[in-house]
């Protein structure tokens, strides 16, 4: 069975400071991965994804994600977070059809 | 142009009654999803319908949970003789998907439901 596991429940990090928001994942074949982001009173929004190619894949907003298949993480990252980057970020995964396991979440707390 | 909405966005019910929730996804998108966020926690699968195939109901956690969807066009997720435990944010996403492809989900804002 397909999982995914976000192990921090929070980060802080301060703003223009790197950040990092980690996600591990476990399918069998192969993982298409998504990151999306939900703002308070916003609805979830898509950030970014990896489906094949490049390990490095660019989204919106700055934010970056490297999928690493020996280890099966796809960490989020930003090279200098932003105040406005305080959102609650979840790690998704999809193998085989279309159901799609969300990871339970990160809240990102960017200090100014 | 339009996104998915949800109706109605928030719901309160007695324990033990019916309720519908409905979902208009984006216009020509085949993939409508169902998920479930109770607070302060991740988002559950509930069901996929995609285009004319069978949905996936792996995610729908009793039979009081059912849903159905007019062709490429609205959902409606079903709760019968609901319980507090289903008391929750549920969620609804669309996506253009074709026979091989990963594209993104576009969600919904929502419909908060509180059982009392």
């Known amino acids: 069975a397909q999982s995914v596991a976000q192990p921090e429940d929070q980060v802080n990090v301060a703003e223009g400071n790197p950040l990092t928001v980690k996600c591990t994942y476990s399918?069998?074949?192969?993982?298409?991965l998504f990151w999306y982001v939900q703002y308070p009173n916003r609805g979830l929004q898509f950030l970014l994804k990896?489906?094949?190619?490049?390990?490095l894949v660019k989204g919106s907003y700055g934010f970056e994600a490297e999928f690493n298949k020996s280890q099966t993480s796809f960490h989020l990252k930003k090279p200098s977070a932003l105040v406005s980057d305080s959102a609650l970020y979840f790690c998704?995964?999809?193998?085989?059809?279309?159901?799609?396991?969300f990871g339970a979440g990160t809240r990102l707390f960017v200090k100014a | 142009g339009a996104g998915v909405s949800q109706s109605p966005s928030n719901k309160v019910t007695e324990k033990g009654k019916d309720v519908e929730l409905r979902c208009d996804p984006i216009?020509?998108?085949?993939?409508l999803y169902w998920y479930r966020q109770r607070l302060g926690q991740g988002l559950e699968f509930l069901i996929y319908?995609?285009?004319?195939?069978?949905?996936?109901k792996s995610g729908l956690p009793s039979d009081r949970f059912s849903a159905e969807r007019t062709g490429e066009s609205v959902s409606t997720l079903t709760i019968q003789r609901t319980q507090q435990e289903d008391s929750a944010v549920y969620l609804c996403?669309?996506?253009?998907?074709?026979?091989?492809?990963?594209?993104?989900?576009?969600f919904g804002p929502g419909t908060r439901l509180t059982v009392l």
């Open positions: 996403a669309s996506s253009f998907e074709l026979a091989v492809s990963y594209n993104e989900q576009f």
């Open positions: 990896y489906i094949t190619g490049d390990n």
């Open positions: 319908f995609q285009g004319n195939s069978a949905p996936d």
């Open positions: 998704a995964v999809r193998a085989g059809g279309f159901k799609t396991i």
């Open positions: 399918v069998s074949g192969n993982p298409y």
């Open positions: 216009s020509g998108h085949t993939a």
